[in-house]
């Protein structure tokens, strides 16, 4: 058991810290806090490890950007109601 021990504290060390992380990353995005900086690497880290959420982030900032409303698909554009 001696010899398992540092193992189990190093293991114990790397869960905290990847917990932290997990918990820091979602903080920021829930207040929208994150810098230029912060997004930009988050983005890479989920174009590394996470391709769907990466495409799915890039698809979602292009749906943001847009300028004018998108047709429907069946060809009409609804107007909104007055009053």
């Known amino acids: 058991m001696d010899a398992l ?4 504290v190093l ?9 932290f992380f ?15 900086g912060l997004a930009a690497a988050l983005a890479s880290y989920e ?3 996470r391709v769907t959420s990466h495409e799915s982030h890039h ?5 943001a950007e847009r ?5 429907s698909p069946d060809g009409w554009r609804r107007r ?3 009053g």
């Open 22 to 36: 997990t918990w820091l990353a979602r903080l920021i995005r829930r207040r929208g806090t994150a810098g230029a």
């Open 80 to 82: 909104p109601r007055k």
């Open 5 to 8: 021990l540092p193992y189990l």
């Open 11 to 19: 293991l114990g060390y790397l869960a905290a810290a990847l917990g």
């Open 67 to 71: 300028k004018a409303p998108a047709d």
């Open 47 to 49: 174009e590394a490890f």
């Open 59 to 63: 698809e979602i900032r292009a749906q």
